[in-house]
């Protein structure tokens, strides 16, 4: 993996480290799914399962509330990202942050979030979209008690400044805007990039439909869990049995 400078990002300092306040980041080489080995590729069509249908809301995301364990490395551990699927308008940027004792790392994952048209089982694909679903980033090898954390800028490839996280009290409109799933081993995560409550159109709320499939990624970690009992496997996140057959895709145009 050989991370290259991706210039002129200036990011909100309030949410967590993972965009702070300077004139560079990095960004990571994206590599294709074919390239993969870990046999990832076979389980893409159970993961779309997971995605949210366009603009089908989430009433209640905090049943779908990140468990922060569940990013905290049970094992030292080549992490790899895989881009899974989006819905937006906007043109997203993923980061992350990884840190252990008083070490600390942070990047740009993906610096555009927008899949390609050819990929039809995108929510919202289009012709200037650069990802292909499955496309992935290999972030390198960390250490066991690794705390590992996500966000993103809205419309940030275009210079968008909201940063969006885990905890809704460091979110500019101070709501939810992450989903979290696990399944077969990997956390699955959706992110919500408009601002304020669902259909309010008054600024700065951005009319959002809060269906949290404008950025979708899967991540490969190994986590620090108990064995659950067979009951409970399913909800480790929240994550139900009707969660697992999600509503039919629809490829409309949002307005962002």
Same mark, same amino acid.
């Given at each position: 993996?050989?991370?290259? /400078?991706?210039t +002129?990002?200036?990011?909100?300092?309030a949410?967590t480290?993972?965009?702070?306040?300077?004139?560079?980041a990095? $960004?990571y080489?994206?590599?294709?799914?074919?390239?993969?080995?870990?046999?990832?590729?076979?389980l893409?069509?159970e993961?779309?399962?997971?995605?949210q249908?366009e #603009?089908t809301?989430?009433d209640?995301? *905090?049943?779908?509330?990140?468990?922060?364990?569940?990013?905290?490395? $049970?094992?030292?551990?080549?992490?790899?990202?895989?881009? /899974?699927?989006?819905? $937006?308008?906007?043109k997203n940027?993923?980061?992350?942050s990884?840190?252990?004792d008083?070490?600390?790392?942070?990047?740009?994952?993906f610096?555009?979030?927008?899949?390609?048209? #050819?990929?039809?089982?995108?929510?919202i694909p289009?012709n200037?979209?650069?990802?292909?679903?499955? @496309?992935?980033?290999?972030?390198?090898?960390?250490?066991?008690?690794?705390?590992?954390?996500? *966000?993103i800028?809205?419309d940030?490839? +275009?210079?968008?400044?909201y940063?969006?996280?885990?905890d809704? $009290?460091s979110?500019? @409109?101070?709501?939810?805007?992450?989903?979290?799933y696990?399944?077969?081993?990997?956390?699955?995560?959706?992110?919500?990039?408009?601002y304020?409550?669902?259909?309010?159109?008054?600024?700065? +709320?951005q009319?959002?439909d #809060? @269906?949290?499939?404008d950025?979708?990624?899967?991540?490969?970690?190994p986590?620090?869990k108990?064995?659950?009992?067979p009951?409970?496997t399913? *909800?480790?996140?929240g994550?139900?049995?009707? *969660?697992?057959?999600?509503?039919?895709?629809?490829?409309?145009?949002?307005?962002?």
């Amino acid at each position: 993996m050989k991370p290259k /400078l991706f210039t +002129n990002l200036i990011a909100a300092a309030a949410l967590t480290s993972i965009f702070s306040i300077t004139a560079s980041a990095f $960004a990571y080489d994206i590599k294709g799914i074919d390239t993969d080995t870990t046999g990832f590729k076979t389980l893409i069509p159970e993961f779309q399962k997971l995605v949210q249908g366009e #603009r089908t809301g989430i009433d209640n995301p *905090s049943l779908f509330k990140l468990d922060p364990t569940k990013l905290l490395l $049970a094992a030292d551990h080549d992490v790899n990202i895989y881009f /899974l699927n989006e819905g $937006a308008g906007f043109k997203n940027q993923l980061g992350f942050s990884a840190t252990k004792d008083s070490n600390s790392q942070s990047g740009l994952i993906f610096e555009n979030v927008s899949c390609h048209s #050819r990929n039809i089982d995108c929510q919202i694909p289009s012709n200037d979209g650069v990802l292909n679903i499955g @496309d992935y980033v290999e972030l390198g090898t960390f250490k066991k008690g690794t705390q590992f954390d996500f *966000s993103i800028i809205a419309d940030g490839f +275009n210079g968008g400044r909201y940063v969006y996280g885990a905890d809704p $009290a460091s979110n500019p @409109d101070g709501l939810e805007h992450l989903v979290a799933y696990e399944y077969k081993g990997y956390v699955v995560l959706g992110f919500e990039d408009l601002y304020g409550p669902k259909g309010n159109a008054q600024p700065p +709320n951005q009319n959002s439909d #809060r @269906d949290f499939n404008d950025v979708v990624f899967v991540v490969d970690l190994p986590v620090v869990k108990e064995v659950p009992e067979p009951s409970t496997t399913l *909800s480790l996140l929240g994550i139900t049995v009707v *969660s697992l057959v999600r509503f039919g895709h629809h490829h409309l145009s949002k307005t962002d």
